[in-house]
Structure formats: structure tokens, C-alpha cells
């Protein structure tokens, strides 16, 4: 039986899969049960499964939009990772949430990056038009390559919304969440972007892509 969905965010611990699965490169399996051993996104191919870890290259600047996932509750907030070697910090009352709404380790959030120190002790807020992410796939590109899947005037990003019917958040951390119309062909298109941006002529190849 499968818990999990393809692409679906993993956090260490996390149940994939029980019964007969392969359990792969990040996970482990226990009492015929598959589990996440890293922070990453679960690939499920037929009776196989893997979590493939988030690279955590991104330095955090201040002024940056970053998707995050939360890593650990706090008595008046939450440690965020922000797919960096540095966690950040996000107090409960720099996030608007409904009383229906709770964050708890696993959730996305997407936030601007308002305060670091020195020693890279990073704060974030996520009031509107930031927040919570709910009901979407995540993947990971690049850090380097988002300027280039947001395009010129937001041309590439436009671009693969309008033609996949998808709602894309791009994080300047490398981190991409796709809502709504063709998912995987939208991250298919963006994870081309992130392969072939040093090559001329990526914006015709997209375009014909997704046109196929």
C-alpha cells in the first residue's frame, strides 16, 4: 500500500509505502514498512522507492522570496528549512493562518527573507501575499538557474503558466511549487529550464515542448 504520491514533499520518518516496495536512495524499510531517511521529494517507479534529498546550496539574502518547509515547532514559531545550510526562523505572529489553519513539520511556506545576522541567524515573514502552500508538487532547480526560469519580465514563468494551466511559485532558494493544470508537465518544462539554461535558443525549445 502507498502513502505517499509521486513528487509528494518527504521528511525523515515519514511512511511511504507498505508491503512489497523496493525501498531506495533515501529511504529504509523496517517491518516491511518504507520510511523518508532525508528531507526531500518522493519518486515512486512501479514497486521502487526514493527520496531524493534537496541539494541545500542556496546562501539566504535579505529581501529574497524562498519557499521553505517547516523542520521543527517553537514555543512562538517555527524553524524553516530554506534549502540552505542555514535554518531561519519564522515567529507565529509574521504569518497570517485561519483558526482552522496549523503549521506543523512537513508544511511549506512561502516567505520573504526580512532580517540576517552576522552568522546568518535568518528571519522570515509570510504575511499575505505570502503564506502557507497547500495542494501542489514541489520540486527543486538551481538557485543560479531562477533567474532564467522566471524569464525576462516574468516571460519563461508566464510563459509555462499560461500553457500548462498550472499557478508556479518560484523561490530564489531553488525551490518551485506547481498548483493546479498539467503539474508534471509544468515541472517537466521548469526542470528543462534548469538543464539547458546556458544553451541559446531554451524559450523556442520550452514553447515547442509544451506544444507537443
Known sequence: MLYAKNR???????????????????THKEHGKVYASVVGIVYIDRRKV???????????????????????????GWKVDINSPYEADLNQKDIYLSRYQSLKVGDLVYARIVRITEIFETSLY????????????????????VP????????????????????ITVGQNG??????????????????????????????????FLSR
Open 8 to 26: 509528494e514533499l518527504a521528511v525523515p520518518g515519514m511512511l511511504l509505502a507498505e508491503g512489497d516496495y523496493i525501498d531506495e536512495d533515501g
Open 50 to 76: 526514493r527520496v531524493v534529498a534537496l541539494k541545500g546550496k542556496y546562501i539566504p539574502k535579505q529581501g529574497d522570496s524562498v519557499i521553505g518547509i517547516i523542520s521543527d515547532e517553537r514555543f512562538n
Open 126 to 145: 509570510a504575511k499575505r501575499p505570502y503564506g502557507r502552500l497547500d495542494n501542489g508538487i514541489l520540486i527543486e532547480i538551481q538557485s543560479a538557474r
Open 148 to 167: 532564467r526560469l522566471i524569464g525576462r519580465k516574468g516571460s519563461m514563468i508566464k510563459m509555462i503558466n499560461e500553457k500548462t494551466g498550472s499557478i
Open 175 to 208: 525551490l518551485v511549487w506547481i498548483r493546479g493544470g498539467d503539474k508534471e508537465l509544468a515541472a517537466q518544462a521548469c526542470q528543462m529550464v534548469d538543464r539547458e539554461a546556458h544553451i541559446p535558443g531554451l524559450t523556442d525549445r520550452v514553447s515547442e
